[in-house]
């Protein structure tokens, strides 16, 4: 009876161990489940954080590319107003009067050179103002160099690519702050 009495103390305590242990188990399944849950999340966010890299590179060479386009842009930009200042003035036109063209002088080169390089000049930078332009070939200069549209085209295009660069740089912005 004695030996009944232990065995039934020892089955008690075995069965209070055995309801403590089943708590802990569960408490670690869920505590695996979360940990499942949170990998989960973490490679969600590191497929995000791959998506930006990719995207941001890629802004970063569009960015380059029109940071390119633009000092091009500048430099041709000084290049025609140079050729306009060296350009025989224009007489200022009446509203009344009606536009016609006036034969001018040419300008007497000082040696046969140097008029051989400005009009080798003023043929490419007639060709750059016809490629801004987006015309398929590049045309003669005309007469005075009075290329006023080639110098509009040019600011045009500066000016779309300053508006370019600066909507990639609000994408990226928005890229980067978005997530």
Do not use: C, W
Not at 121 to 146: F, K, N, V, W, Y
């Amino acid at each position: 009876m004695i030996l009944d009495g232990v065995l039934m103390l020892l089955l008690v305590a075995a069965l209070g161990y055995g309801v403590r242990l089943e708590r802990k188990l569960t408490a670690l399944r869920a505590g695996q489940l979360a940990f499942a849950s949170a990998v989960n999340d973490l490679n969600q966010a590191a497929g995000r954080a791959e998506a930006a890299m990719a995207s941001l590179r890629a802004s970063g060479q569009e960015t380059d590319l029109l940071h390119d386009r633009i000092v091009k842009a500048r430099e041709v930009k000084a290049q025609l107003e140079a050729l306009i200042a060296r350009a025989p003035p224009v007489p200022a036109l009446r509203a009344a009067e009606p536009v016609r063209e006036a034969p001018r002088p040419a300008p007497a080169p000082a040696t046969p050179v140097a008029a051989a390089e400005d009009d080798e000049r003023a043929l490419r930078m007639a060709a750059l103002a016809e490629r801004i332009q987006g015309l398929s070939t590049p045309a003669r200069a005309p007469e005075g160099r009075d290329n006023v549209r080639a110098i509009l085209g040019a600011l045009t295009a500066n000016q779309s690519a300053k508006q370019s660069l600066n909507q990639a740089r609000r994408r990226l912005d928005d890229d980067l702050f978005a997530a």
